[in-house]
């Protein structure tokens, strides 16, 4: 599924919220309940929250 006539703005805002919001929620909560220290839990999230946007991104984009 491709999104061709999709404006430009619509397709950032979906990366953003589908990349970045949903999963970080859920990921620091995750890591808190394992008690990671905050320095590694605020690495992990960064890289988790890159790869993830880089996905949503290859989808969208194609």
């Known amino acids: 599924m491709r999104f061709k006539n999709v404006p430009e703005n619509i397709k950032l805002l979906l990366i953003f919220l589908v990349a970045v919001v949903l999963p970080l929620n859920f990921f620091l909560k995750l890591l808190t309940y394992w008690r990671v220290p905050r ?3 605020y690495i992990l999230g960064i890289i988790f929250i890159f790869l993830l946007s880089e996905l949503v991104a ?3 984009y194609g």
Do not use: K
Request: charged share 35%; hydrophobic share 65%.
């Open 39 to 41: 320095l590694i839990r």
């Open 58 to 60: 290859r989808w969208l």
